[in-house]
């Protein structure tokens, strides 16, 4: 939701760089994209609509080059459409700073309201503006550029990043993080700021993590933090593992492509050194989660949005069956706003990617303020939902750049099943014989999956894709812990294909959604071995009778044969499974995308991280 960089250099110029940070940030939003730099008293800006490139080639012009400080910005529209005059970075009237900003701020409309009685006009409709305009009104009353910004903040309410310059000062930055991440790389020939390690590492892995309420200044070589309370504070730089060769696409057409290769890699960079194969148990490297801790829960309370709420629909089944732990879950944009009953003996468990999905963290703080334990299941070591939570667990997926999900998904469920696992030995549920059985299956899982993703299953799913592209829509059925999968398999097409897609339990398509069926639409039916094989069956069996073409996906072989296409997936643990029915699902979205002509790691609309409510 909106990427922001920074960076002020003793010599040099700075514009190939804030572009290099913007290409790396170009997931958060992608929109409209705009950069200022300062030079010779002066700023310069240049912004664009349309993605980074539209921008690239207005500075093809090398006008700006030279310059040794600026900012840029990457957005996702949320006040006013993606037009030029919206885009990042925005000015007050009397031209006097440069400010761009991720996030929202919430009572702009009161701020803009008094501004224009005061003669201030505004040329955007964003929220953005009212900062810049309060910045400038604050540096033309004689205040330096960090105590404007701490005043004008102190007016505002809402979930900011910013960083701003003042057109008469080329020698430092100033940025403030109110919720949306931010972070710094300080190095001896300059100073860099931006909303992800990502845009950062190139310069070094020791970063310094800007907390809510700080305000930073950045000159070549240096930084200086004050806190909420205007106290100077020690924020030091901590080394941070990303390995930039991860971060590129490498021999894929596509982020989404690459990130669904890597899942079987990520599952036992997730599972296998945590495995203790002689107890048969899990050991966590993560704090809060002895057995002691596991005993003393008797409700798990999962929260998430989209995705990562799947996986809280699998995890819940997997704490239930494996565990005994009554489970239930919501979405984290509704937690809020019903009357959530929590006490100390419930672990509120919320899962997510990023770890700063505005509506997930918020969830996660009630909880803890209702009194139940804060626990976390998340992709980013350094985000604001790891630093809310009491306690956390790391999936360790590696970097997600394809803004629909497919890794991170995998990661998650594998995380919530050693929780789970971990709960049902500490519980007495689970004998140290089932625990080794079970986390075997994981050793299992990670060939299984690597067959089922080999080219020979793609190209089969693309050949279904072909034939599927272009029908009126798709609904994606599935029971049990694949019920989630049906959800996720239906998410995923629509996000990147455009095409409508709904998910369904199989049983309750006879009690309304079996009207959508006729020639010309396609059902998904995910139909696994085991105790509900002959359920399902049945309402594949219904969809074909009634003239809608089936795709079956799973290793049920009745089903599968009686399905117009088939796409066979190996036999697992039942826990397991939703990670083996998913990929293929990630495929075929992937393909029918591609046939559609679809920007499929920039979906229209979307962005990776979703930092406003
Ligand atoms: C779907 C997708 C989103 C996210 C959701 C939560 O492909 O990516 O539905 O799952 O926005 O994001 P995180 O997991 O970062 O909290």
Request: aromatic share 6%.
């Amino acid at each position: 939701m909106c990427g922001i960089v920074g960076a002020v250099l003793r010599e040099g110029s700075v514009l190939e760089g804030l572009l290099e940070g913007l290409r790396a940030l170009e997931y958060r939003g992608y929109d409209s994209a705009g950069v200022a730099v300062g030079a010779d008293g002066g700023v310069s800006i240049r912004r664009q609509a349309g993605r980074l490139e539209a921008l690239e080639s207005v500075l093809a012009d090398g006008a700006l080059e030279g310059a040794r400080i600026g900012i840029g910005h990457t957005r996702w529209a949320t006040h006013g459409p993606p037009t030029e005059i919206n885009a990042h970075p925005h000015t007050d009237g009397g031209g006097r700073v440069a400010l761009v900003h991720n996030g929202i701020i919430e009572n702009y409309l009161e701020l803009r309201e008094e501004l224009c009685g005061q003669g201030v006009e505004f040329l955007s409709a964003t929220d953005t503006e009212v900062l810049a305009q309060l910045v400038g009104r604050e540096l033309a009353a004689g205040a330096a550029l960090v105590d404007a910004v701490r005043s004008t903040l102190a007016r505002v309410r809402g979930y900011y990043a910013i960083a701003a310059l003042a057109i008469d000062d080329d020698r430092a930055l100033v940025c403030a993080r109110q919720g949306p991440p931010l972070c710094l790389a300080v190095v001896a020939g300059g100073a860099f700021l931006a909303s992800d390690p990502l845009a950062l590492v190139r310069h070094t892995h020791e970063l310094v993590f800007l907390e809510d309420g700080d305000v930073a200044t950045l000159s070549p070589g240096s930084y200086a933090v004050v806190d909420a309370a205007g106290e100077k504070a020690e924020r030091p730089a901590v080394e941070v593992e990303l390995d930039e060769e991860q971060a590129g696409r490498g021999a894929f057409a596509h982020f989404m492509l690459k990130e669904i290769h890597e899942q079987p890699d990520v599952l036992a960079r997730t599972a296998f050194d945590r495995i203790d194969e002689v107890e048969g148990d899990v050991r966590f490297t993560e704090e809060g989660w002895d057995a002691e801790c596991l005993r003393s829960f008797d409700r798990v309370q999962l929260l998430a949005c989209g995705t990562a709420r799947y996986a809280c629909q699998v995890a819940a089944f997997q704490l239930e069956g494996l565990a005994g732990i009554p489970a239930d879950v919501d979405y984290a944009s509704e937690f809020r706003y019903r009357s959530p009953r929590l006490s100390e003996r419930t672990l509120a468990l919320a899962i997510s990617q990023s770890g700063e999905t505005a509506d997930t963290l918020a969830a996660l703080r009630l909880a803890r303020e209702l009194g139940a334990r804060a626990g976390a299941i998340c992709n980013v070591p350094e985000s604001s939902l790891v630093r809310a939570a009491d306690c956390f667990l790391m999936t360790r997926a590696g970097p997600e750049i394809g803004v629909a999900s497919t890794k991170a998904f995998v990661s998650q469920i594998v995380t919530s099943y050693l929780l789970s696992v971990a709960a049902g030995r500490a519980r007495g549920n689970l004998d140290a014989g089932e625990g080794r059985a079970l986390l075997e299956e994981l050793r299992l899982l990670r060939p299984r999956l690597a067959q089922l993703l080999s080219r020979e299953t793609h190209a089969r799913i693309a050949e279904i894709a072909e034939r599927h592209h272009e029908v009126k829509g798709f609904m994606f059925l599935g029971r049990g812990i694949h019920y989630p999968v049906a959800l996720e398999g239906a998410l995923k097409l629509k996000e990147i294909s455009y095409m409508h897609a709904e998910g369904y339990p199989a049983g309750e398509m006879k009690h309304g959604p079996i009207a959508l069926v006729e020639p010309g639409m396609t059902t998904v039916v995910i139909a696994n071995k085991g105790p509900l094989a002959e359920k399902v069956r049945s309402n594949l069996e219904q969809v074909r009778a009634r003239g809608g073409q089936v795709i079956c996906v799973g290793s049920d072989a009745p089903s599968l044969a009686l399905a117009d296409e088939a796409v066979e997936i190996p036999e697992t643990s039942p826990w397991l499974a939703p990670i083996l029915s998913v990929a293929p699902l990630q495929l075929l979205a992937y393909e029918i995308a591609l046939r559609r002509g679809c920007d499929i790691d920039k979906p229209r609309n979307l962005a990776k991280s979703v930092t406003v409510e």
